[in-house]
């Protein structure tokens, strides 16, 4: 059975954040992003890399990133099968946006701490 995305098509006002919201929204999408961006693109890697999502969480938002463009999946046919993620170029375009994202952060974090 196909799960269903509840918010991907929400945006009654057509406005542009929650759209963006719509495709990367959420507590992973962006971490994933960041982490297949820094090579780490095996599925137990990303394991690895965030220990706290579930294996099924962490199938779900690969697909719905897949679905949505952001990343590329590639199946090499070898024995045993391996699988590779990769950020496509439209995912890219998304790194400025997580890089603001983390300068904000880190200055916030920064006055926190003072």
Request: glycine share 4%.
């Amino acid at each position: 059975m196909a799960s269903i995305r509840k918010n991907k098509d929400f945006n009654p006002n057509n406005c542009p954040v929650t759209h963006c919201l719509n495709l990367i929204g959420g507590k992973w999408k962006i971490l994933l992003i960041y982490a297949i961006s820094k090579n780490c693109n095996r599925f137990s890697k990303l394991q690895r890399a965030i220990p706290l999502i579930s294996k099924q969480m962490l199938v779900n938002q690969l697909r719905e990133l897949e679905e949505d463009q952001i990343i590329e999946r590639i199946i090499y046919a070898e024995i045993p099968p391996r699988v590779e993620y990769k950020v496509t170029d439209y995912g890219m375009s998304l790194m400025p946006v997580i890089g603001v994202l983390q300068q904000w952060g880190l200055q916030d974090l920064e006055r926190l701490s003072a």
